[in-house]
């Protein structure tokens, strides 16, 4: 079955450098999550779309900006890097959410940023 | 918001020995419930999950875990565990598309 595709895989960037990474979802998924997982940490949510609409925001720092396209796939655009950005970014897709309804997410299988 | 729980960051037992990893979880209403493995510089990947029916859940490598609504707990467990386990553990709940993980637990297993 298709998987969440994420590239580049791996990311080496120096600070103040500019980013981006791509997330394509699963076939007929329409939300897309992002998350960031620092060294040792569990990961953390970022930011969501759904039909290239943002739903959701947490802890996205204001250098990171995101959106969805038509195709639904996701790119998270990091700008002025910062060492501390070094970390694992997944990215998750699901069906589309309902009120009282949530849908399992779907994991790929991140990208490894290192800034150096 | 909801939130997960996982005591003990590190767990170590021997080859063959039975594994156990705690997660409890806090939220006004059942969530879904997840556990995840991450291999080192790995993605997560999806263990067993309970969204609804039957408490106790299986997962591949052989680990189950049962939610008791009562305990608020989806403790992991396998009976026997293997070299190839060792590796850093979360559990997640889902709840209005809110996604929560616990802190992780690295479980080292010991020939």
């Known amino acids: 079955a298709a998987g969440v595709i994420q590239s580049p895989r791996h990311l080496i960037k120096e600070k103040r450098e500019t980013a981006t990474l791509k997330c394509y979802p699963i076939?007929?998924?329409?939300?897309v999550y992002w998350y960031q997982q620092g060294p040792g940490q569990d990961p953390q949510f970022l930011i969501s779309?759904?039909?290239?609409?943002?739903?959701d925001k947490g802890s996205i720092p204001d250098r990171f900006s995101a959106q969805q396209f038509s195709d639904y796939h996701s790119e998270l655009n990091m700008s002025s890097l910062e060492l501390g950005d070094s970390a694992l970014y997944f990215c998750?897709?699901?069906?589309?959410?309902?009120?009282?309804?949530?849908?399992?997410?779907?994991f790929g299988p991140g990208t490894r940023l290192t800034v150096t | 918001a909801q939130s997960v729980t996982q005591l003990g960051s590190h767990v170590s037992v021997s080859e063959g020995a039975l594994v156990l990893l705690r997660c409890n979880y806090s939220?006004?209403?059942?969530?879904?419930l997840f556990w995840y493995v991450q291999y080192p510089n790995q993605g997560l990947q999806l263990l067993l999950k309970?969204?609804?029916?039957?408490?106790l859940v299986k997962g591949i490598n052989g680990f189950e875990a049962e939610f008791k609504k009562s305990e608020t707990s989806f403790h992991l467990t396998k009976p026997s565990a293997h070299m190839s386990d060792a590796a850093e553990y979360f559990c997640?709940?889902?709840?209005?598309?809110?996604?929560?993980f616990g802190a992780g637990t690295r479980l080292t297993v010991k020939p």
């Open positions: 779309f759904y039909e290239k609409m943002q739903s």
């Open positions: 076939p007929r998924h329409d939300t």
């Open positions: 997640a709940v889902l709840l209005n598309n809110d996604m929560r």
């Open positions: 939220s006004s209403v059942p969530p879904y």
């Open positions: 998750a897709s699901s069906q589309r959410p309902g009120p009282l309804i949530s849908y399992e997410q779907y």
């Open positions: 309970y969204t609804t029916g039957a408490t």
